[in-house]
């Protein structure tokens, strides 16, 4: 008999009731160690007072009213963004993937209004993900994302990771933008070195396309910069967000320029939930603290050390381990044992981590996890890597 709930997930056998900063406490009373933050969601841990303070104050006074009417908590929370980045406007979404919508839709209308409607290709590549509605899976490309679910949003050109001559050789007349991660989560924590984000807005800027990020994982504070591509000195036309702007309540952007988003005007887009009272207190409450030079520089100063301590722990566990990878707080280990092995050793020692794609195991903790917490974080890897090399 089928489940109650559509058997989509393969999940742990883990049930967690209580969050308290940078920790999960399960229903039997063990406290985990979080170093996958709901996948780079809880920015801030869980339980935050300044989240808790935002979400209760907002709930008592209003919840929803659509995007019929105003909303200021959405007119801040923009401000915010726009102030703290490249953009000049945001749309408000519920996740990752309604702004992977976005961003393809507001890329071809770009074109479409300046009277190209043949530039309707995006340019992605292999690894990447952004999302699992029809446009995200036709954008990431994979077999195992894609099949058995076409046919496919066609205009979606797939190139391989880091391969130049092909990257020069796809940018045809049909082609009107390029999407990429900065650094790619799911696909194993691969960072995009700084000099060829840099190369792909020069190409863009030489071909007149537009360049999208998908910041949807990166972004937010996570790599030690509000978001992953300040690294590189650049900035995108269009970038997705989602996952640490709502600190784990329900809440995603898409940011552009006014030059991007020309074409987005009134009645081409909309969404019932996108940037409601709720979801934009709790975002503004979150920019607040992450927006913060102090915060960012903590961020960096906190990620040297935790990067320090797993670079030791890769030369003491060979058999487990090959290598460290990934920016700031978003860390990879690039395992020589199976990774869910790893993951499974971690629950053991009382530890959650995420698996990604190429055999990495995910450390994505709170960017408020605090010193002693990264030194317990290693001692229980260890723990973990122990038990999976004599096992
Ligand atoms: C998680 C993720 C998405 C999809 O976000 P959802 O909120 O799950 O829809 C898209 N892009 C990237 C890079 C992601 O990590």
Known sequence: MIPSVLPTYSRAPLTFVKGEGAWLIEADGRRFLDFGAGIAVNALGHAHPALVEALTRQARELWHTSNLYRIPQQQALADQLVAATFADTVFFTNSGTESCELA?????KYWHDKGQPARTDIVTFAGSFHGRSSAGIAAAGSEKMTKGFGPLLPGFIHLPWGDHAALQAAITDTVG?????????????R?????CLKGLRDL???HGILLILDEVQCGMGRTGKLFAHEWAGIAPDIMMVAKGIGGG????????????????TAGTHGSTYGGNPLACAVGSAVMDIVAT?????????????LRQGLEGLVA???SVFEAVRGSGLMLGLKCRATNTDVVSAGYDALIVTVPAADNVIRLLPPLTLGDAEITEALRRLDAAAQAVSSA
């Open 104 to 108: 393809v839709k507001m890329a071809r």
């Open 177 to 189: 933008a390029i999407l990429i991660e900065p650094v790619q989560g799911e696909g194993g924590i």
């Open 249 to 264: 309540f329900p809440l995603g952007a898409v940011l552009a320029t006014e030059q991007a988003a020309a074409g987005m």
């Open 293 to 305: 030079p102090d915060f960012l520089a903590e961020v960096n100063r906190k990620a040297g050390l």
């Open 316 to 318: 003491s566990h060979p």
């Open 191 to 195: 960072p995009l070195p700084d000099q």
């Open 204 to 206: 863009c800027d030489e």
